[in-house]
């Protein structure tokens, strides 16, 4: 399941997984999970809870043990190097009480033989205002961005983030998205796991969609979208469409406040809507979107 | 407000019931506690007089002397003189007997104990023994005690200001992410060590300065060796810690773990009370326990004035204990909450 460069030419996946299984007692958490990632892109993992995609990422980044399988770092299994090589921002990681910003990030700092300059990390990170403020009276967003800040400060060739933007507000979500973009502009390969299908959309070059411990679905999120789907969304407010099904033969789909309608020919359709009376006041036209795709794969069911 | 409050206690009492090893734990200690105590004090009468008596065989021959008949007095088998008159000196024994061949016995002359005593040997009828008149001032209680809060204390700050610090950051994840850098275990443990050794020291020294400025408590030896005494005895002590709590997740099993651990010491290794004279299995087991080595290395010097040879084979056995639960403590260890 190699990756292809640009000009077709096969090249060395800087992280390698094959046939990865990790099994707890009774559960299969990963079952036979394969994949490579390119130097340079942004991989991304992404699933229901309970998937599989942190014990996957954790297994990838050597703080579990798989039951079987293999992890390979630049074409051989991973060596004390890889430790040095790798930033990682887990989903949830407490920080040392009482210690302020800049004291946090000395701590890391010590822990690594080759490091980035502070400076630069904390303008990057932009703390520059946060650097004397106890980590324990950092905002959500604060908080990531010294997360992100410490899995920088060994100039990682991989970073792993582990849904980063849990939990954040929309501006600092998009703020994070954006630090990421510069992270990427570096050429640093970034494996990020992610429950926010625009998130996903956004940022990663190459997705793999996981279910109870399998791949189901890997590719670009547009190759994805086009492989899966030739339809686009007419979305309209419940109460403009009173139409009889008998009536309108397309696709639809109807919650409380919205029907959707799926469909190939959307001037076909619109025309269709007319004919029927239908108020096109509030008509939203969209493309389908990785949200759509996740769906349909993963299924609508609340999993218990 | 009622409401609130009994949902919160509902809540936290499933929380601790369900947590069976903290349950456990809350109900094994106290048991252990009241078995051990009860083994300790089992004798309902404490003798009143402590007699020493030289024997080089270490067999007591109890028809050696009628004033062996004597009730109510603790005949103790010692086997070094030199030491024994010492300890009669320091009114640590209240008597000392040789009826090998010098056929003496020694008294302190200041002692109202020895006093009596002497009376009583006197007028026990058996063989006559030359007097050996002994002086010195008694080892004061606090003189005695001091080694034993400072070394209690030393264990507890050893014991818990590890212990639970590293079962929070295990919980809390604070290990995990460690564990995601190039630190080796040994590394963190080592540091740990270090950290608390400093701590633990500086805090001791300063109570230690404190109490001989208001209590002019007696050091007679090495200010050095007993800097040596405290540095092993609180190396192996908090390598012991990391060993016990080396896989474990709840604060309240660490707790009971180190309660667990600390409770015979206090009791066992010379705290509060000599163990001079009680049972000798308890003695045997007093001595696998650092704080025994700790404190009897520290009376020694502080009390004593003893030197390093005296004090080496306590020396050795906290370096051997430090460097097992050291090396036990970084194989065990877990970084992570849920392996």
Redesign the interface.
């Known amino acids: 399941m190699g990756i292809q460069a640009d000009s077709n030419m096969s090249v060395t996946p800087v992280l390698e997984v094959r046939g990865l299984c990790k099994r707890y007692a009774g559960i299969t958490a990963v079952d036979g999970v394969s994949f490579s990632i390119v130097e340079g892109s942004c991989f991304g993992l992404l699933g229901p809870n309970g998937a599989g995609k942190t014990t996957t990422v954790e297994i990838m ?1 050597g ?2 043990e798989p039951t079987s399988g293999e992890v390979d770092y630049l074409g051989a299994p991973r060596d ?1 190097l890889f ?2 090589q ?1 930033g ?1 921002q ?1 989903q ?5 009480d009482y210690l302020n910003v800049e004291e946090t990030l000395r701590l ?1 700092l010590g ?3 080759h490091t980035s300059e502070l400076s630069e990390i904390v303008q990057i990170c932009a703390l520059q205002e946060l650097m004397a403020r106890d980590n324990r009276k950092l905002s959500g967003g604060q908080r990531q961005r010294l997360l992100l800040a ?1 899995a920088l400060l ?1 100039d990682p060739r991989v970073l792993f983030l582990d849904e980063p933007t849990t939990g954040l507000d929309p501006q600092s979500r998009r703020n994070f998205w954006h630090l990421v973009d510069r992270v990427k502009r570096e050429r640093k390969t970034i494996v990020l796991t992610t429950h926010y299908m625009e998130e996903a959309y956004r940022l990663c070059d190459e997705i793999v969609i996981m279910d109870r411990g399998k791949i189901i679905a890997q590719g670009s999120p547009t190759e994805l979208l086009a492989e899966h789907f030739d339809e686009t969304i007419l979305q309209i407010p419940a109460e403009d469409f009173n139409v009889p099904a008998e009536r309108f033969p397309y696709t639809v789909l109807n919650d409380d406040r919205n029907v959707e309608i799926s469909v190939k020919d959307v001037d076909a359709a619109i025309r269709r809507l007319i004919d029927c009376g239908v108020s096109l006041r509030h008509l939203e036209i969209r493309p389908r979107t990785l949200d759509d795709l996740f769906l349909e794969l993963t299924g609508k069911e609340l999993r218990t | 407000m009622t409401r609130r409050f009994l949902a919160v206690f509902h809540a936290r009492n499933i929380e601790f019931v369900r947590d069976r090893s903290s349950v456990s734990w809350n109900l094994l200690v106290p048991v252990l506690l009241v078995l051990v105590m009860a083994w300790i004090f089992w004798e309902d009468s404490r003798p009143l007089f402590k007699v020493g008596v030289v024997d080089r065989s270490g067999e007591f021959d109890s028809d050696a002397h009628t004033f062996f008949t004597t009730r109510h007095i603790q005949f103790v088998v010692v086997d070094d003189e030199a030491l024994a008159i010492r300890k009669v000196a320091r009114h640590q024994l209240d008597m000392l007997l040789n009826l090998e061949r010098e056929r003496t016995y020694w008294v302190n002359t200041d002692s109202p104990k020895g006093y009596i005593l002497e009376k009583m040997l006197l007028g026990s009828g058996g063989t006559t023994l030359s007097k050996a008149p002994v002086s010195g001032d008694p080892v004061r209680y606090i003189d005695w005690l001091l080694p034993g809060i400072l070394g209690m204390n030393m264990m507890f700050s050893c014991f818990f200001g590890v212990g639970f610090v590293v079962v929070r ?1 295990r919980k ?3 290990l ?8 080796r275990a040994i590394e963190f443990l080592s540091a740990q060590i270090a950290s608390r050794l400093l701590i633990t020291i500086s805090s001791v020294s300063i109570v230690f300065a404190g109490t001989s400025l208001f209590l002019g408590v007696r050091m007679e030896g090495s200010y050095l060796l007993l800097f040596a005494v405290a540095a092993l005895g609180a190396i192996s002590m908090i390598a012991l810690a990391l060993v016990v709590i080396s896989r474990v997740n709840s604060e309240e099993l660490a707790s009971g773990l180190l309660n667990f651990l600390g409770w015979p010491m206090m009791l066992l290794s010379g705290v509060w009370f000599s163990m001079e004279g009680s049972n000798e299995l308890l003695q045997a087991a007093s001595q696998v326990l650092p704080l025994t080595h700790v404190l009897e290395a520290a009376r020694a010097i502080m009390i004593d004035g003893m030197g390093w040879a005296h004090v080496a084979p306590n020396l050795m056995v906290l370096f051997a204990m430090g460097a097992a639960c050291m090396t036990a403590g970084a194989i065990l260890f877990r970084w ?1 909450s849920d ?1």
């Open positions: 980044e703080i579990i004390r430790r040095e790798i990682i887990f949830s990681t407490a920080l040392q890391f822990l690594y033989e410490i060994n | 950051y809390t994840g604070f995990k992410r460690l564990n995601a850098t190039p630190l992570r392996t």
